[in-house]
């Protein structure tokens, strides 16, 4: 959600720049803009629409600056609009800001300046906020350090904020509370962004900066500083990530890439975890805090989008492995219902990035309140993976794609992990029923493989539903989450109006939406449900809806109802979500594209939501 870059050192700004905001046009690419000092004075290029349009306004200039920043907008205040595009001058254009995040009380703050005559020309907070900057800097006659300090104690809200001047040529001045930024250093050179992936190409020792820190950022010099004007030694992090995990390679399209690389994301969670000789998983983060474990009666998981989803498949298996009951919430509710959380229980935070406003609040109340985190999180060093006591790491890689798809299989195998290990200590199940699944679990990324190779087939299907106004997604138990993943897959990459429901439940309500015209996926692998489901697919045949199932090898029952038959392996019923969701992946990719729509990069959606 916005994306921001920086560059100060020996080489142009702009290649680094503008390469950077390609990286992070996941992030939002409703408009973008870039800012570089020149001799005495700040140039500012903005476009509303992609970077490509930017990159044609850049070309077509002479670039002599080494020292820029860079920002691609996912709008909160403010419609796309080249107006209200980052970069923003102060009144007096001699210092440029870029922001990721949302100031609360800007409002009150613009209309105080405005009472003074400050004029403003866009709907935007980040221009309220360095034309606040530039106001205490004039009224008390302090350096824009110090006003900077000041300015960022008076607002409330989150940011990440790279601010140039023009007397300061030497320098980026940086903050953060609540939006990542991390700081790449090079050779007498300094990489600024929101996350590594625009950095890695360059350096692979980077400090990732912390909330109410601000960064005076030379070419050969990074001071960090707390809002208190103390000085803090800088950390520096090895980055484990390649520059080849970041690029298409020979796909057209992120979201393809990292369906198909499922196989081997399932295989990296799993690598040096199963250990089926002892009957153990080996989970580090677990074992450290094992009592707890064992003590607690109740079990939280917090989520948003994709993750929630994931929150729920671990719910089911959870209950029906541990015998302990938990709760799901989605983390924007949790954070503001007040919810009863004592010492001693366990929140579960989900998240892909780790950078989830709404999952990061939540955990900082639950924290407070006694609970012990346990994250389950795709990147490492997050903000969310920094603040949990212990966790598991997806290890699903970059996924830039902002439809989710290996990180969701990621999370569910991290959670199978999780349920495994949570029923060894509680001793809840049998170690006959975990070695059953054990079993299973070595061979899923074959398994996930042998899918992606039918392929063909669902791109079969999807030219007979692309036209589709609306879908319907139903599933039961362990594939209930699968149902409403695989809507909102749908939803989010071709704009058709999916809903997922349980398959029992779509009679109250979804079963008046069924006709000749209306596409019905039913999730039914092998499990104590299929009977059941089996009535409900009944149901709609009887009222004609187009049926599609995705159905185990050899349910040769499901040909009655349909030749839309999609076949996955047999497996354990636990690890059916992690197949049957692959199929479901797919169908939305391909009908995204025979939609001619960016699949990458659906309309009004960002990767990071990095705002409540
Ligand atoms: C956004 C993304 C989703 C993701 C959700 C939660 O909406 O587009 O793909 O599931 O945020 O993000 P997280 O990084 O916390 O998993």
Redesign the pocket.
């Known amino acids: 959600m916005c994306g921001i870059v920086g560059y100060i050192g020996t080489d142009l700004a702009f290649p680094f720049v503008l390469k950077g905001l390609k990286r992070l046009e996941y992030r939002g690419y409703d408009s973008s803009g870039m800012a570089f000092l020149n001799k005495n004075q700040i140039d500012i290029t903005k476009s509303v629409g992609k970077i490509s349009q930017l990159e044609d306004l850049m070309l077509s200039k002479t670039h002599t600056s080494k020292i820029g920043i860079g920002h691609t907008r996912w709008a909160t205040h403010g419609e796309p609009s080249d107006r209200n595009a980052h970069p923003f001058y102060s009144n007096s254009k001699k210092l440029a800001i870029i922001h990721n995040g949302i100031i609360e009380n800007y409002a009150i703050i613009k209309k105080e300046l405005q009472n003074k005559g400050f004029q403003f020309e866009s709907d935007t907070d980040t221009e309220v906020l360095i034309n606040f900057i530039e106001n205490i800097q004039q009224e008390n006659q302090v350096s824009l350090e110090k006003s900077l300090r000041i300015a960022l104690q008076k607002i409330r809200g989150a940011y990440c904020i790279l601010i140039i001047s023009v007397d300061h040529p030497d320098t980026i001045f940086a903050a953060r509370k609540g939006s990542p930024l991390v700081i790449g250093i090079g050779n007498n050179t300094h990489y600024i962004a929101s996350d590594a992936s625009p950095i890695v190409e360059f350096t692979k020792e980077v400090i990732y900066v912390n909330d109410y820190q601000i960064a005076i950022i030379k070419s050969d010099e990074l001071i960090l500083k707390n809002l208190g004007n103390e000085t803090i030694t800088p950390q520096i992090t090895k980055l484990d990530l390649e520059i080849t995990s970041i690029d298409k390679g020979i796909y057209d399209d992120f979201m393809l890439k990292e369906i198909e690389e499922q196989p081997f994301t399932v295989f990296d969670c799993l690598r040096g975890r199963l250990d089926f000789k002892n009957c153990n998983i080996k989970l580090s983060g677990v074992e450290e805090f094992e009592q707890q474990f064992k003590q607690t009666q109740k079990i939280t998981i917090i989520?948003?989008?994709?993750?929630?989803?994931a929150g729920i498949y671990g719910k089911y298996i959870i209950e029906t492995f541990c015998r302990i009951p938990v709760e799901v919430d989605y983390?924007s509710e949790y954070r503001y219902r007040n919810p009863i959380i004592k010492k001693g229980d366990i929140l579960i935070?989900?998240?892909?990035?780790?950078?989830?406003a709404d999952?990061l609040t939540a955990i900082e109340a639950a924290k407070k309140d006694g609970a012990l985190i346990f994250g389950i999180i795709?990147?490492a060093g997050s903000s969310?993976a920094r603040i949990c006591h212990a966790g598991i790491y997806t290890h699903s890689g970059v996924?830039i794609g902002?439809?989710?798809t290996k990180?969701?299989t990621g999370?569910l195998t991290a959670l199978v992990l999780f349920t495994l290990k949570l029923a060894l200590i509680k001793e809840s199940i049998s170690k006959q029923q975990i070695l059953e699944v054990i079993d299973h679990l070595q061979i899923l990324p074959t398994q996930i493989q042998k899918i992606i190779d039918q392929k063909d087939q669902l791109k079969s299907m999807a030219e007979k539903i692309y036209a589709a106004p609306n879908m319907l997604y139903l599933g039961r138990g362990f594939n209930f989450p699968t149902a409403l993943e695989g809507a909102l897959k749908m939803k989010?990459v071709t704009y058709i109006h999916a809903e997922g429901y349980p398959a029992a439940e779509m009679k109250h309500g979804p079963i008046a939406l069924v006709n000749e015209n209306l596409p019905v996926v039913f999730i039914a692998p092998k499990d104590n449900y299929l009977e059941k489901l089996y009535s409900n697919i009944q149901e709609i045949n009887a009222r004609k809806g187009k049926i599609i199932i995705i159905a185990n090898e050899q349910d040769t029952n499901a040909l009655q109802y349909t030749n839309e038959v999609f076949y996955i392996p047999n497996s354990h019923e636990i690890l059916n979500p992690i197949l049957s969701i692959i199929p479901l992946q797919l169908l939305s990719y391909f009908v995204g594209k025979l939609k001619h729509l960016d699949v990458d990069k659906p309309r009004n959606?960002?990767?990071?939501?990095t705002v409540e």
């Open positions: 989520a948003c989008g994709t993750s929630w989803h983390a935070p989900i998240s892909q990035s780790g950078e989830t999952t795709n990147v969310i996924e902002v439809a989710s990180a969701y999370q989010e959606l960002a990767k990071s939501v």
